[in-house]
């Protein structure tokens, strides 16, 4: 349950970290890029192992 809560709050945190930065962000596929105007974030599976190798990152 708590698994599943996080993978459905993932999008809608990164899209209003997005806005609070005037960046569009998606989330969905297996990379991460950008084109300068937008941010592609892979879907939460594959991005939870980044969250965990840089919490400091932020």
């Not at 569009?24 to 592609?40: L, N, R």
Request: charged share 20%; aromatic share 6%.
């Amino acid at each position: 349950m708590k698994n599943r809560t996080l993978h459905n709050a993932f999008p809608i945190v990164a899209a209003a970290i997005g806005n609070r930065f005037g960046v569009k962000v998606s989330v969905g596929g297996d990379q991460a890029y950008t084109d300068g105007k937008s941010i592609q974030l892979p879907a939460y599976e594959a991005t939870i192992r980044i969250i965990r190798m840089s919490p400091g990152d932020c």
